[in-house]
């Protein structure tokens, strides 16, 4: 089953604009991990974020976590075309040997 | 190499019959994971390896389904007596191993997937 609910499910913006992508988590985490896939590949990790931060950058991306609400969110800024894929959110379970990912947002960004 | 591979790409199976599917994992990585990807929806776990040691198999659907890494390498996960609902694609992934700090896990590095269709 999954951990967690993304929405939107689906988003399509301007090249140039800014995407936000949200993620629900059910249980406890030690830390909520981003990852993007590209159609027909495999996933690439993002940012990992620990359960005792609220905030993280890397390059364009920025994500929040608010464990109080058991919620994240990504935030890509001036997007691109190839920003283009779907994105999940993803937790590990205590012992983390898995992780355990939301449904995911596919994002599409027109040039 | 320089990430994780998986063989082959694509599989078409008739419905009963078994495949094998295989997961190089990079070099040295101690851990390595499978995961079930159904059209439209995120990787659900299936099976865990710590070196050559399966330590968890609690995501595997029924029986048909087993996963093996005998010398702490390659992988290949097997279904036996495919069926229609087993499409979908498995993605294998491998980690150095090390826990990190408080974060409990480390990067998990996925290959491309292999995309199994069951006629």
């Known amino acids: 089953s999954q951990q967690g609910e993304e929405d939107p499910q689906a988003l399509s913006i301007q090249e140039g604009e800014n995407a936000t992508m949200n993620c629900s988590y059910k249980?406890?985490?030690?830390?909520l991990q981003w990852y993007r896939q590209n159609s027909g590949r495999g996933l690439v990790h993002l940012i990992l974020i620990r359960s005792n931060e609220r905030e993280k950058h890397s390059g364009r991306l920025r994500v929040t976590l608010d464990t109080s609400k058991k919620s994240s969110s990504l935030l890509i800024t001036a997007s691109r075309a190839a920003d283009t894929a779907s994105y999940f959110c993803a937790s590990p379970n205590n012992a983390g040997n898995m992780l355990t990912f939301g449904g995911g947002t596919r994002l599409m960004v027109k040039p | 190499g320089a990430g994780v591979s998986q063989s082959p790409r694509y599989k078409v199976a008739k419905r009963g019959q078994d495949v094998a599917l295989r997961c190089d994992p990079i070099?040295?990585?101690?851990?390595l994971f499978w995961y079930q990807q159904a059209l439209g929806q995120g990787p659900e776990f299936l099976t865990y390896f710590q070196n050559e040691a399966q330590l968890d198999k609690s995501g595997l659907p029924s029986d048909r389904f087993f996963a093996e890494r005998p010398e702490g390498s390659v992988s290949t996960l097997k279904i036996q007596r495919t069926q229609q609902e087993d499409s979908a694609v498995y993605l294998c992934?491998?980690?150095?191993?090390?826990?990190?700090?408080?974060?409990?896990?480390?990067?998990?590095?996925f290959g491309p997937g292999t995309r199994l269709t069951v006629l």
């Open positions: 249980t406890s985490i030690n830390n």
């Open positions: 992934a491998s980690s150095m191993g090390r826990l990190v700090g408080i974060s409990g896990t480390d990067t998990q590095y």
């Open positions: 070099s040295g990585h101690v851990s």
